[in-house]
Every structure is written in structure tokens, then in C-alpha cells.
């Protein structure tokens, strides 16, 4: 019987064996990557012409969306009246972030070069009734929400106990463990590069009162942040403190928010009533673990 | 040369000698570290009494910092007259930020931190004269330079720039060597911040938004709200500041320079008001420094 020649133990089949593996395998994956983009574009061409296809994670169980940004861009399609259409995925755009739209084919991402984008390409000015000095006042209040109460947001949710972060994610307790886990890893890693994760529990409390106030005083009285028609920066405020309302239950954000600066709240409630009338068909039904149809507390 | 054939002849015997090099080196470093900590406490104690120790890295070429915050607190401690003293250092806070302060033995980092603690404890109030509504304004407007304009500032100088300026504008405190290793770790930084994930393209946009709306609200005032400066101003004057004297050929000093001519202006009036000893806060030309020159 003829032996095989081997090679520190390992025959010349072994390795044959091994090789055919990982190749069948390569193939395997590069097959299916080739399907995907190939269902991606079949999908692509189906969508409708001058209508902005928002890509955007699914629906909460409280809100639209339990990320403020999808919820700006979209009060803001509704806001201009552009018409668009949501496709509810966990794709992200080629920067990794969500949300991001296709119009016509073309893609954009992050919410405000989407509403750059649409206001160039369609003539969209939500800010018009503004004066150049109102228009550079809201440019620094939507710098404030985005920039840096996002971050304390950021912090509360993710950087200490994560019992109510869990609570509002709308997904089945196996994803969710998975994903709350996966996402804490990445934004910890954030807030410490950002800046916000190097402070204490005690500062990060100061900063987001600091915030919240400036905003409560700033708005005042005025049925919207600039008076009595809305502008494109109500948008991401309202984002933001939506999410500090429905998103965040037990945070020191929505008991700012629901008490101690009670001008934020009417104005979240009126600009949700304003532009989202359908609200409650835009989160989950309680059979998907959402509140829909069921009486706010 | 007998000890070194037995030495590498006996195993039990290297190892000996092996772990009493080892212990003999984790001794003296111990010790190096006791001792500089007793250098440290030694020093602490001599720190004036009712007087700020500002510890924040050196004079830079043509600008008393390179970092935006030490001028920020600075400009403050200045315009508010508190007693001050520089402790130029790279050693950083706790959180490992520059710059920080002690104050009667009390430590404090962050800049904007600082000037909180100092309000409350000195009872000072450079924003007594503003509304509460410009407050609030203000307050956005700080956000806006420090959380936004600022890593504008970062990815040109770190991460686009690659650092190449950094040696020259620190007047040498930072090695070309360094450098390169600061721009390495800034780039994922500033990618998880968020604006790195931009192209070139998109962050000069997002920079010229917001020169153009601090350079819009202030329109022809003297100062962010008027005739009198207020806390903001350092803030503002901190950040643009380097945009004007630590970022040569950058996008950022053209806007400063040419494009917004209210902002240069600006920039001058606060250096003036504060700063008459500009001259002497700059590295002296054998140091690298442009003390003493006249400005292009």
C-alpha cells in the first residue's frame, strides 16, 4: 500500500481538503455579497421618481424612532411637504450612518447635507421668514442640540446602567441584548473621544441642565423657536426632545423636559401635533411590543 | 568572562540574576516615582495662597497657546482680573485634559469647569449685564466654537495638515517625530466624533456655516453682545485666535483674514483689550518665537 507524504503530520489531503474549504467558502461569500447587491439594485429601480426614499431604522415602541435624527429629517419632508417614502432597515450609508435618503436615484447621507440637499434641489427654504441674524441664532441652537445635548443624551443612555435603554428598544430580547450590547461598545468608545464620556455623572447632569435651559428660555412663550411659523431648525430640536420625552424614561432629560421646563413640552406636543397627526400609526402596534392606540401616561 | 561562561552555563543562576535585574529596575522605578511625586507636593505647597495656578502647555511662536482652550480660561482670568499664575506643563488632569487649574489646593480641569468653579467661588459674573435670553444665545454660541468649529480645527490641523505645522507654530515643543504620532490617534478620534467621517469637502462647508454665523451675529458690535465684553467673548476669541496666528495657510485664517473682515477685527479688539502683553506671551525668536516682530 502506498503511503501519502505528509508535512509536520499534516497529509497533502488534509490540506487539499482545507484549501477546498475556505475556497468553497470565499466563493460562498462572495456569491451571496454579489446576490444581495444584485436584490439591492433590482429594489433600487423600483423606486418612485421625485420621491425621497428615507432609509431609516424601524419604528419604536413610543416614538417614530428611537434615534433623533431619522425623526428631524422626517418632520422635515413633512414639514416642506416633500413627498417620500420610508424604507425601515439597519443598512447604513458609505460613512456609517443613518439615517440617509435616495432621490432619483442619488444617494445622500447625514440628516442635514439630506436637507441641504432637497432645499437645493427643489427650491425648499423652511427659513425664508427668517432675518440673517435668526438664521445664525438657530445655526447655533442646532449646533447645541446636535453637537452636545445629543452627546448627554449619548452618555444616559449608554454609559452607565442600561436597564432603560433596553426598555425602549423595540426588538425581541435576544436582538436586543445583542444590539444594546454591540452599540454601547461602539458609543462608550464615542463619548470618550468626543469628550463627553471623560466628565462625571455629576457634570454631565450640569451640562444637560445648561442645555435644556438655554433652549426653554430661548423658545419662551413662542409657539415654535422662532415665533409663530415653524423653520427647519424645529426639526432637530424637536428630534432631540422627543426622544428626551418617549425615548428616555427615568432620565434626568425627561423630567427636565416634562417638569421643570413645562414651555419644552408643550412644544414638543404641539410640534408632533402640527406635523405628525398620524403618530400613533407610526410606532408599533402592542403586538410588536409597541404603545399604538394605547393612552399616553 | 569565566562569570559570563557561567552565567550562561547555569540556568538557576540566570534566573537569579535575571529577577534581581528586574526587581533592582522596578525598584528604582518606584522610587523615581515617589520621589517626583515628593518633588510635586513640594512644589503644590509653594503655590500662592487666593491665587489661580493655570497649568496649560507653553508659549507658542506667534500665539500664547496653540490649544484654543488655555487661551479661552486666560482671556477669562484676565478679564475678570483674578490672580493668576501660568505652570507651562504638558502633565494633564486627571481626565487627561489641558488645561486645569488649583486653586487654594483645589484642582480643577475643563476649561469651561474652571471658569464655573471660579464664578461660584469668587462670586464673579462676567454675564451680569446680558439678558437671560442672550445668555441662552451665548450659551449656544459657546457650543457651537467649542463642539463644532473646534474639530473643524482639528481635522485641518491634524489630520489634513497631518500635523506639519505643529513643530513650527509651538516653537519646538513638539517634535515633528511627535507630531505625526498626535495626527495618528486624532484621525479615529475625530471619525468617532462624527465630523471625521466627512470628505475634505464637506467639513470646509460645515465650517464655513459656522464662521458665517458667529460673523453674522456679530455684525458691527464690538464685542458677541455689545459694547462690553462678556465670558462668551473667550470662548470665541480662544478658538479664533488660532485660526488667525497657529494655522498658516489654512482655510480657517483665509476666512478670518479676508473673508470676514468683522471677525479679524473682532479678534484684534479682544487681544487688545486683554492681551496688551501679547508681545511678551510669545516665544522670544532663539526660542523660535516671533517676539518682537512685526506681524505679516
Request: charged content about 25%; hydrophobic content about 35%.
Amino acid at each position: 500500500m502506498a503511503s501519502s507524504s505528509s508535512f509536520f503530520g499534516v497529509t497533502e489531503c488534509n490540506l487539499l481538503c482545507v484549501g477546498g474549504l475556505v475556497a468553497g467558502l470565499a466563493l460562498a461569500a462572495v456569491a451571496f455579497k454579489r446576490y444581495q447587491k444584485y436584490k439591492d439594485d433590482q429594489r433600487r429601480q423600483t423606486y418612485p421618481k421625485d420621491t425621497v426614499v428615507l432609509h431609516q431604522i424601524g419604528r419604536g415602541k413610543y416614538i417614530p424612532s428611537i434615534s433623533p435624527f431619522p425623526l428631524k429629517l422626517e418632520t422635515y419632508l413633512r414639514m416642506a411637504k416633500i413627498p417620500y417614502i420610508n424604507e425601515h432597515a439597519h443598512t447604513m450609508s458609505s460613512k456609517g450612518k443613518t439615517p440617509w435618503m435616495t432621490y432619483n436615484g442619488e444617494d445622500v447621507d447625514d440628516s442635514q447635507m439630506c436637507i441641504d440637499f432637497l432645499n437645493k434641489k427643489l427650491g425648499v427654504d423652511m427659513n425664508k421668514h427668517l432675518s440673517l441674524e435668526q438664521k445664525s441664532i438657530g445655526h447655533a441652537f442646532r449646533i447645541l442640540v446636535e453637537d452636545h445635548l445629543y452627546w448627554t443624551m449619548a452618555y444616559v443612555a449608554y454609559a452607565g446602567d442600561l436597564t432603560a435603554t433596553r426598555s425602549v428598544m423595540p426588538y425581541d430580547p435576544l436582538t436586543n441584548m445583542f444590539l444594546v450590547r454591540a452599540w454601547t461598545k461602539v458609543i462608550r468608545k464615542q463619548l470618550w473621544c468626543q469628550g463627553m464620556g471623560r466628565h462625571t455623572v455629576e457634570q454631565v447632569n450640569h451640562l444637560i441642565k445648561s442645555d435644556l435651559m438655554a433652549l426653554s428660555v430661548f423658545l419662551g412663550r413662542k409657539r415654535f423657536f422662532f415665533g409663530s411659523e415653524p423653520c427647519e431648525f424645529d426639526c432637530c430640536v424637536f428630534g432631540m426632545l422627543a426622544l428626551a420625552l418617549w425615548c428616555m424614561p427615568g432620565s434626568l432629560h425627561e423630567t427636565l423636559v416634562n417638569k421643570e421646563f413645562p414651555n419644552l413640552k408643550d412644544y414638543v406636543y404641539r410640534v408632533r401635533e402640527t406635523f405628525w397627526p398620524d403618530w400613533n400609526e407610526c410606532i408599533l402596534e402592542p403586538e410588536q411590543g409597541g404603545t399604538r392606540g394605547k393612552k399616553e401616561k | 568572562m569565566d562569570l559570563a561562561v557561567k552565567l550562561y552555563e547555569d540556568n538557576s543562576c540566570k534566573l537569579k540574576y535575571v529577577s534581581g535585574v528586574l526587581v533592582g529596575a522596578a525598584l528604582v522605578v518606584v522610587a523615581v516615582k515617589r520621589y517626583r511625586k515628593y518633588k510635586y507636593d513640594q512644589k503644590r505647597q509653594n503655590y500662592p495662597r487666593d491665587t489661580v495656578v493655570l497649568h496649560q502647555i507653553g508659549r507658542g511662536k506667534a500665539i500664547p497657546s496653540v490649544s484654543p482652550f488655555p487661551i479661552k480660561l486666560e482671556t477669562f482670568l484676565r478679564m475678570a482680573k483674578i490672580p493668576f499664575i501660568n505652570e507651562h506643563t504638558h502633565q494633564p488632569s486627571s481626565k487627561g485634559k489641558t488645561p486645569w487649574i488649583t486653586y487654594n489646593g483645589e484642582d480643577v480641569d475643563d476649561s469651561q469647569m474652571c471658569i464655573d468653579f471660579l464664578n461660584k467661588k469668587l462670586g464673579v459674573d462676567m454675564n451680569k449685564h446680558l439678558s437671560l435670553e442672550q445668555k441662552s444665545i451665548g450659551h449656544a454660541f459657546r457650543i457651537l466654537v467649542e463642539d463644532h468649529l473646534y474639530w473643524t480645527g482639528v481635522l485641518q490641523r491634524w489630520v489634513y495638515d497631518k500635523g506639519a505645522h505643529v513643530p513650527e507654530a509651538s516653537g519646538g515643543r513638539v517634535t515633528p517625530f511627535q507630531a505625526r504620532m498626535i495626527s495618528r490617534k486624532i484621525g479615529p478620534q475625530a471619525y468617532m466624533q462624527g465630523l471625521g467621517r466627512h470628505t475634505q469637502e464637506e467639513v470646509m462647508c460645515i465650517l464655513r456655516k459656522d464662521v458665517e454665523a458667529l460673523s453674522c451675529f456679530l455684525g458691527q458690535k464690538k464685542f458677541l453682545f455689545g459694547d462690553d465684553p462678556c465670558e462668551y467673548d473667550c470662548s470665541i476669541f480662544g478658538l479664533l485666535a488660532q485660526a488667525l496666528w497657529s494655522m498658516p495657510g489654512s482655510p480657517h485664517e483665509v476666512m478670518a483674514k479676508k473673508e470676514f473682515p468683522n471677525l479679524k477685527d473682532y479678534i484684534y479688539r479682544v487681544r487688545e483689550t486683554f492681551w496688551p502683553d501679547w508681545n511678551e506671551c510669545i516665544l522670544e525668536p532663539e526660542q523660535g518665537g516671533t517676539r518682537g516682530k512685526k506681524e505679516k
